[in-house]
């Protein structure tokens, strides 16, 4: 899968990024902070813990902040 989405049920910034990738289409391998080994995984890749956090397996870019991450897809979902 192209994308993997790190992810926490109920946070709204994960939603609202779910939110603006679902009419494009784009899914992503989702994984749930809520297991402390996902947690740490998140932590060795990006230095802390917050979700949503976005990876784009294929270009190796990764970010936080879900603004950002909106942005990112807008421009590169499809390429
Ligand atoms: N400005 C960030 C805010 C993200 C945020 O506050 N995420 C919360 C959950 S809603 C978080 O990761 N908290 C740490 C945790 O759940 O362990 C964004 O827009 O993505």
């Not at 990876?55 to 909106?70: A, G, L, R, T, W």
Request: charged share 35%; hydrophobic share 40%; aromatic share 10%.
């Amino acid at each position: 899968m192209k994308y993997i989405l790190y992810v926490r049920a109920e946070c709204p910034y994960v939603t609202k990024v779910k939110i603006f990738a679902e009419p494009l289409g784009l899914e992503f391998d989702e994984r749930d902070i809520s297991d402390p080994a996902v947690a740490d995984e998140l932590i060795e890749r990006g230095g802390k813990r917050q979700v949503p956090y976005l990876v784009d397996v294929e270009n190796v870019v990764e970010m936080y902040e879900s603004e950002d991450i909106i942005e990112y897809l807008k421009q590169h979902a499809g390429s």
